[in-house]
């Protein structure tokens, strides 16, 4: 077995390159492959909360996410009225040691895919090799590819295999045969990003509305993007819908089947419509989760990330969840050895505590204080919001999300490095 495949990382998303990343900080030597013919910027905005943004602090990332990303200042939420219900500050504003950013997903994987090749040289990352399976052994594994054509490639020697291959992952689907599709939550999303003016204190991540009637997402992810000081900002619109919509990230949205549900929003800190009408390109997607799993680990190989708990997005949790993983299991790897007992031990802790944050997403989210102030005001506008909610009730709500989540601000400072 050569050592450079001591550890085959399959999938060079978010998760598969923190992976990387760390177990070459920890002297472990790996490579990642990946289905697609080159590695291109997807998606739009996410946020990377404070115990996400520690790791990649640990790993030297944080000069290159102050260069494209925007450090959160405050989490707002505001009804269908654009009445303010909450605020509370955020990152470093909130007394945590690390930022909170608010960032386009392609910057960060950018700045995790230059890293990785810079640090473990530029072979370090493979494309064009779609996994058709992993096979193990008593010392070790080997995995199949297929090139973009359908036709086999050479397979590859290792020590452990880790698929991080996203919610399609063929390697949960190796485990778990039967598991059948992603789980639709009843709710449809459509995405985009526009040019704007700062808004609120110009580091604001939004929450307004809520799902029967229509709730948006919104924060700006880069900033001064022309002359004029415009930011470039991210929004989310969502929506109760019976039907799914397509599973495809690249699929087109239509204003017609979204847009009338916020056509009213003009606020004084911001009109809505308008900032959805500017935008150059509009994604649709269903919010789609999976039941959490028994198990991930199995001999020498495992999950990581959206291959092992993919999650609806309702605690800007979804990354940050996988640069955990790929946090830990660099650690359990670098303590205990690169075989299973190191699996198993990141499978006893991550399957729990990755488990809980899939269940509380469902059920309740920091937006889970829009759905608070919505049932209890029946939607409508208030004159004193202490009437049907306190502010203590609210807090409370986002204080346990933080706790079962992994970043409630005492805890995440005292618990010791992963690696």
């Not at 979204?258 to 009408?277: N, S």
């Not at 309702?314 to 946090?327: M, W």
Request: with cysteine.
């Amino acid at each position: 077995m050569s050592k450079q495949t001591e550890v085959i990382v399959l999938g060079a998303g978010i998760g598969g390159l923190t992976l990387a990343l760390s177990l070459h900080q920890a002297g472990i030597a790996c490579r990642v492959y990946d289905a697609v013919p080159e590695l291109k910027p997807l998606g739009v905005g996410i946020n990377l909360l404070p115990h996400a943004v520690r790791e990649l602090s640990e790993l030297g990332l944080m000069p290159a996410l102050d260069s494209v990303g925007v450090r959160t200042q405050e989490a707002v939420f505001f009804n269908s009225h654009g009445q303010l219900v909450f605020r509370e500050a955020a990152g470093i504003a909130a007394g945590y040691d690390w930022p909170q950013y608010s960032i386009h997903r392609g910057d960060l994987h950018t700045a995790l895919l230059e890293a990785t090749r810079e640090r473990l040289g530029a072979d370090a990352v493979v494309c064009g090799h779609r996994c058709a399976g992993v096979d193990q052994d008593d010392t070790g594994v080997t995995a199949r590819f297929t090139a973009p054509d359908g036709s086999p490639l050479p397979s590859v020697r290792g020590s452990v295999a880790v698929g991080c291959d996203g919610i399609h992952s063929v390697l949960r689907k190796q485990f778990y045969p039967n598991e059948g599709a992603p789980r639709y939550s009843g709710v449809n999303m459509w995405r985009g990003t526009a040019k704007h003016k700062p808004f609120l204190s110009g580091a604001s991540m939004v929450r307004a509305g809520w799902l029967d009637q229509g709730k948006m997402v919104i924060y700006p992810i880069r900033d001064n993007v022309d002359d004029e000081g415009n930011q470039l900002v991210n929004w989310v619109a969502e929506i109760h819908a019976p039907q799914p919509a397509l599973q495809d990230w690249s699929r087109a949205g239509r204003l017609e089947d979204f847009l009338p549900a916020f056509e009213d929003w003009h606020f004084d800190w911001l009109d809505v419509p308008a900032l959805i009408r500017s935008s150059d390109s509009i994604l649709e997607y269903p919010m789609v989760d999976q039941d959490p799993l028994p198990k991930w680990t199995h001999g020498r190989l495992t999950l990581l990330g959206d291959a092992a708990h993919p999650m609806v997005p309702r605690g800007s949790n979804g990354a940050g969840q996988a640069v955990i993983d790929a946090r830990y299991l660099a650690g359990a790897l670098h303590k205990l050895g690169v075989g299973n007992a190191a699996l198993e031990d990141y499978d006893r802790v991550r399957v729990k505590a990755t488990t809980n944050v899939v269940l509380t997403n469902r059920s309740n989210p920091p937006d889970a204080i829009l759905r608070e102030v919505f049932e209890r005001s029946g939607g409508q506008r208030f004159d004193r919001l202490e009437d049907f909610v306190t502010q203590q009730e609210l807090q409370a709500i986002s204080d346990n999300y933080k706790r079962v989540a992994g970043y409630e601000p005492a805890a995440l400072k005292s618990r010791p490095s992963y690696l």
